[in-house]
């Protein structure tokens, strides 16, 4: 059986790291699991360049018949203050797919703790997953663009939130049981509905999951006081954004998180959560491990390969504990030499 994934390098350091997680799932499906085909495609700055659209129509129609969507990275400096942005392609594929539910998990590898920014004994044993609303709030309201007065509309329905708030309570069942669902509702109505939403999913469908809810602004601060106490944490689009790379530090960099995006059905997307790294591009320095585990997130949640997903985990895991890295993370390797030393673990 071949499998259609759409191959969406961007920019910066996105063709880099999107290589190496190519790469990494062609070796370890070359035995058993599926056979994948590639479709090379324009997105975000370098779209803007060819194309005049961060997000052509010959990328969508390969991406929404895509069986899922693989992504580097987009943006960068030399687009900014432009007409085009190439973040809006982001968004727009998004909302294209339906893949409403980010899923991104934050893990202290074992023995890894000292690269934290945190002390060594509350990065330890760190396992939580963010849950991020993705296509709703205010990334999708109506907006005033004005030099003198703009307006950012946030809008959420009960529906958007109960369909995401599910995903979370799933994720939960499956881990150790509790959800903390992330909010500023002493301030929003948008987070006073979505308090209520989560509240009765929660006593209808749910209640044998612990849950609880906390302040954006509190959040942020027990995020680094405690982050050894959260499982899953559920929020929407925004406080998600904000949140996950607070959290994403906590295991020693940007550089080794995941990220999958899902929806209800449809190829889902799957990209580390790092950007493009303008300053760091095509010099081969960049972390591989965010790109190398979102692949092995697109095995677990796109094609329930699970083995497989875990083969590539423990790959990523086995040579951060040889030693092996980039600079984020104080090591000496390249990005090909570090993807090199994974890859070998799978060949
Ligand atoms: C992310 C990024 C994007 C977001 C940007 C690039 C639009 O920061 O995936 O977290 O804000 O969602
Ligand atoms: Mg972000």
């Known amino acids: 059986m071949s499998l ?15 290589a190496a997680a190519r790469r990494a799932l062609e070796l370890a499906t070359q035995e058993s699991g599926p056979d994948f085909r590639f479709i090379e495609c324009d997105f ?7 194309h005049n659209d961060p997000f052509p129509a010959e990328t969508r129609e390969i ?20 007409r085009l942005r190439p973040e809006a392609g982001l968004l727009a594929l998004r909302k294209a797919l339906g893949v409403y539910a980010n899923l991104r998990p934050v893990q202290t590898f074992a023995g890894m703790e000292t690269l934290s920014p945190l002390k060594s004994d509350r990065a330890a044993g760190v396992d939580m997953l963010i849950v991020r609303e993705l296509t709703g709030g205010v990334y999708f309201g109506d907006r005033e663009e004005g030099t003198e007065r703009a307006r950012d509309e946030c809008v959420y329905t009960r529906e958007e939130v109960e369909r995401v708030a599910r995903i979370a309570f799933e994720a939960a069942r ?8 992330v909010d500023k509702a002493n301030v929003l109505a948008t987070s006073r509905l979505w308090r209520a939403a989560v509240e009765k999913l929660h006593k209808e469908e749910y209640s044998d999951i612990e849950l609880e809810h906390v302040l954006v602004d509190a959040m942020a601060m027990k995020l680094i006081q405690a982050p050894g106490v959260y499982d899953v944490i559920l929020t929407e689009n925004m406080f998600g954004d904000i949140l996950s790379d607070e959290a994403s530090v906590i295991a020693g960099s940007i550089g080794l998180a995941p990220s999958a995006s899902v929806g209800e059905t449809g190829a889902g997307l799957y990209e580390p959560i790092h950007g493009s790294a303008p300053d760091i591009a095509g010099e081969n320095k960049a972390n591989p491990a965010g790109a190398i585990l979102s692949a092995a997130m697109m095995l677990r949640y796109s094609f329930k390969e699970e083995a497989l997903a875990s083969v590539i985990e423990k790959a990523v895991q086995d040579a951060l504990e040889d030693g092996s890295g980039t600079a984020d993370i104080g090591g000496r390797d390249s990005c090909t030499s570090f993807t090199d030393i994974i890859c070998q673990a799978l060949a």
């Open 44 to 50: 975000g700055g370098v779209a803007i360049d060819r």
């Open 63 to 82: 991406c929404t018949a895509a069986d899922a969507v693989l992504l580097g990275a987009v943006g960068g400096p030399k687009w900014d203050g432009g």
């Open 4 to 18: 259609t994934i759409a191959y969406l390098p961007g920019d910066g350091v996105g063709p880099e790291v999107a």
């Open 174 to 181: 499956g881990r150790k049981g509790k959800v903390t669902s």
